[in-house]
Nanobody, 127 residues
Framework: QVQLVESGGGLVQAGGSLRLSCAAS????????VGWFRQAPGKEREFVAS????????AYTDSMKDRLAISRDNAKNTVSLQMSSLKPRDTAVYYC????????????????????WGQGTQVTVSA
């Protein structure tokens, strides 16, 4: 069973940037579609970004797409999420999730698509 581990979260001032990383316990992450989701206190988990195994297709939430860049390094078995111009409302626990094989574009933003999840990394943006 694949284990996903997020890193890179922390406390940042509004307007700052963070780069989150998702690493896998097995080298098979290169064959996975990987998504990032976030959950703020008292709110439902919401989609942030995703990338196909090949890296040729990405998807972003409309509310953040001009401030995000998702990428992957299959040689290093990692997926990264660069976030810039962070706002206090971006404060949440950020999770990476994985699903083996090709995922239809319409399903890349659905949390039910993914069957492997990390424990999350806290991102706190101060005003």
């Amino acid at each position: 069973q694949v284990q996903l581990v997020e890193s890179g979260g922390g406390l940042v001032q509004a307007g700052g940037s963070l780069r989150l990383s998702c690493a896998a316990s097995e080298r098979t992450l290169s064959t996975y579609t990987v998504g990032w989701f976030r959950q703020a206190p008292g709110k439902e988990r919401e989609f942030v970004a995703s990338i196909r195994a090949s890296g040729d297709t990405t998807a972003y939430t409309d509310s953040m797409k001009d401030r995000l860049a998702i990428s992957r390094d299959n040689a290093k078995n990692t997926v990264s999420l660069q976030m810039s111009s962070l706002k206090p409302r971006d404060t949440a626990v950020y999770y990476c999730a994985g699903r083996s094989g090709v995922v239809p574009t319409a399903n890349m933003s659905r949390h039910m698509t993914y069957n492997y999840w990390g424990q999350g990394t806290q991102v706190t943006v101060s005003a």
